[in-house]
């Protein structure tokens, strides 16, 4: 049977509230101070039973622990779907927004309260499909520009009110008509006309420009006028109802207009979703960081709140410009109180200017940057960013709603001593995973080894809270270096984790085990098993290594084999550290550094594209090979990079750089490195091999290179025998192998280059380093336009 609230209330008092002699609609602008002073005023007045706010209807549980001991705004209320991919709507709160006032008061005076909005499970399911109709994948090109020229027509409306107030934009006309106002009713009044003429003045706009905009919040309104109807049958007196409402809203919330029935709601679509609380920061409730409902300066608001509070308005730009100066000082800049007293005096003569009861927050902008940053904005940027936005990050005690991995999360931050980290501001930790001799248990001991695995974890899931960063090698094995700094980001993807796993540990497991099940390469099935490691998942590690057994018998990718092989021989060289029995990987190392090996050769014939990757491929290998001689097959690796060194048909820089390996390692005497050099470099190579296999040879030891003249007089001499269209072409190769030397190695080689001329070392060295003139200059640019032709 359809319900109506026809038949509980009667046509008279039907009615009067028709009529609007009934309950009372306070509309606000979401974060404005003046609308939560102004609320807070007119609920002592009304004293109402009923308090129902704009939010999503299902999070109404949420509200008590809203406002419960310990918990610290910014907060929100996040709903997310219950499949991946995740959907997410916010409902983030200052504690200056009107809305968390109301629930505040109604705490306080033991009134109900609730939210009236669509419930999370349909509100993002419409926002979903209100979203797809206006991104470029809609329904047609056609109405994505509608809805765009819709956005723009609406942003164009707020300027031309802040152009005929002569405010520089919309914010600061707000400010000055609305927030500033302090008389009684002034706000609520002044809200509800607003809302009703904005309306009047975009609905047929609205209706064919964006239609599905227009639904959307129809469809809202005639919800939250259905859960009006709901209080006033569940026995509250429609005298005794307040309802709180964004301004755009307000005018709608009329009984006289269309309330959604049974069957309608029936009718909308629906996703399974969840609601959880979490921590926000002032710079995601900022419009910096895309908040459409947001502020430019929640900090600064916050302070305005404080003002209102204390009864005490006028002592906000004293405050404000204090704030500012003392950010200054902090950065060891100093202003003096000459220059705040000024700088007050010129915020109030420009609100003079526009007939103003007080400064607006771009009137002491303006002023800060005359009196404190004298002119220049950069001066005083980041400590007016300080001051406007803030770091302030929201806390919820322990107890209060949340997801179980969020529980778990703050559990474990708690026990590794990292809560202190969860803030807006970026710090350094730094961690040394030896066992810490000098404490008595074992939890301290490796407390930073316990550390890093949980960081490990987090990383894994993608939770932004820590971002590893490289450390000095000579301590890379032992110690890890990680910048902490908590964002509602962070927050929300924690959030997500909880499909994933109750705790940060099942969850990373779970995303190990797909990552595994997907594996495919067996780099990447090293590096699985590596990162397994780290986060101390040891079951999974066993799965990693026979997967990445199974998928070395079919390889036959030398770059892959000596990845794979690189993050084995990593894990065994520290693994001892993480506390971790390293000697089962050795065989499963051997088998993969033999493998290796034996792919060189063949995969050595390729172009100078592939060369690149190989370069690197065989730096890990030869790494390995000095790491591991006692395990792994050295000499079988040695030999084939002579091999490789003495072979024409491979590619000239590897064959290059395997010479630069055993050059390195001194297995070449003398006579052998000047007849190989004489041989590649003679008149008769091509010169793209012959360049190419030096710039091979200059890619390892450059001190080997340097200490051995003999090779230098004979680069001279094939330099000096090339013709030239054939010295251009060397030089692709040449100039892309001295571009990685240093400064010093080049002065080295200018000097000695100086000694074969016979001008003297101090003399070519001198005459190399100086500047070019513009006759070479011009000769190089020359050079860059060179056909190069089938090279």
Partial sequence: MEKSILRVLGDE??????????????????????????????????????????????????????????????????????????????????????????????????????????????????????????????????????????????????????????????????????????????????????????????????????????????????????????????????????????????????????????????????????????????????????????????????????????????????????????????????????????????????????????????????????????????????????????????????????????????????????????????????????????VKSEDAAFLDLKRSVFLHRLALLDISFAQKQRVHQDSASWAESWVLQWTPEAEIQTVESTLKGETVELAAAFVLKERLDACSDIAEASRLIRLACDCALSALMEQAKVALQGLAVDTGSFEQVAAAAYELSVLICYGSIRRFDTETLIPLLQQLFLRGTLLLLESAGCNDDAAQDLVKAMQAMHLIAQDHYESVDERLWISKLQELASRDDRNAKLSGFAFAIMLERNELVDEQVSQEVSRRLSPGIPVDLGAGWFEGLSLRNRYALLSRGSLWQLLDTYISSLDKAAFQRSLVFLRRAFGSFEPREKAAIAEMLGDIWGVGADSSGMALQQPLSEEEKETLNELNDFDFGDL
């Fill in 13 to 438: 008092q039907l009615t009067k509230l028709a009529g609007g002699q009934g309950f009372h609609v306070f509309g606000i602008r979401h974060l404005s101070p003046a609308g939560a002073y102004h609320l807070l005023a007119f609920l002592d007045e009304v004293k109402p039973t009923a308090v129902l706010v704009e939010g999503p209807n299902d999070a109404s549980g949420f509200i008590a622990e809203l406002t419960s001991s310990g918990v610290v705004p910014p907060i929100a209320i996040l709903a997310y779907t219950d499949r991946i991919p995740v959907q997410t709507l916010l409902y983030p709160y200052a504690d200056y927004s009107p809305e968390y006032q109301a629930f505040q008061w109604a705490s306080r005076h033991g009134a109900e309260a609730a939210f009236m909005d669509l419930p999370s499970s349909h509100a993002l399911a419409l926002y979903e499909a209100k979203r797809q109709y206006a991104s470029p994948v809609g329904e047609s090109a056609q109405a994505d520009e509608n809805y765009r020229t819709y956005i723009r027509d609406q942003n164009s409306i707020y300027q031309r009110l802040a152009d005929l107030a002569e405010e520089p934009d919309y914010e600061a006309y707000w400010e000055r008509h609305f927030e500033h106002n302090l008389q009684k009713d002034a706000y609520r009044r002044g809200i509800h006309q607003f809302s009703a003429q904005f309306q009047e003045l975009t609905a047929v706009q609205e209706q064919q420009l964006a239609p599905k905009e227009a639904a959307y919040n129809d469809i809202r309104e005639a919800y939250m006028r259905r859960k009006i109807l709901d209080t006033v049958e569940a026995g509250h007196k429609p005298e005794n109802i307040v309802v709180v409402t964004g301004a755009h809203h307000a005018s709608a919330l009329d009984l006289r207009l269309p309330v959604m029935t049974d069957k309608e709601l029936r009718g909308l679509p629906k996703t399974p979703t969840k609601l959880t609380l979490m921590p926000y920061s002032y710079y995601k409730l900022s419009t910096h960081a895309g908040y459409g409902a947001g502020n430019q300066a929640p900090a600064y608001y916050e302070l305005f709140w404080q003002c209102l509070q204390k009864g005490d308005l006028n002592k906000l730009p004293s405050l404000y410009l204090s704030q500012v100066a003392a950010h200054l000082r902090d950065q060891g800049t100093s202003r003096s109180t000459a220059s705040l007293i000024e700088g007050v005096r010129l915020a109030e003569a420009l609100a003079a200017l526009h007939d103003g009861s007080r400064p607006t927050w771009k009137d002491l902008r303006d002023a800060a940057v005359v009196c404190l940053g004298y002119g220049e904005l950069s001066n005083i940027a980041e400590s007016l960013a300080r001051a406007d936005i803030g770091t302030a990050i929201g806390r919820l005690p322990e107890g209060v709603s949340q997801t179980p991995v969020q529980d778990d999360l703050n559990r474990e931050l708690k026990r590794l001593k990292l809560d202190k980290y969860k803030t807006a501001i970026a710090a350094t930790l730094e961690l040394d995973l030896r066992e810490n001799r000098r």
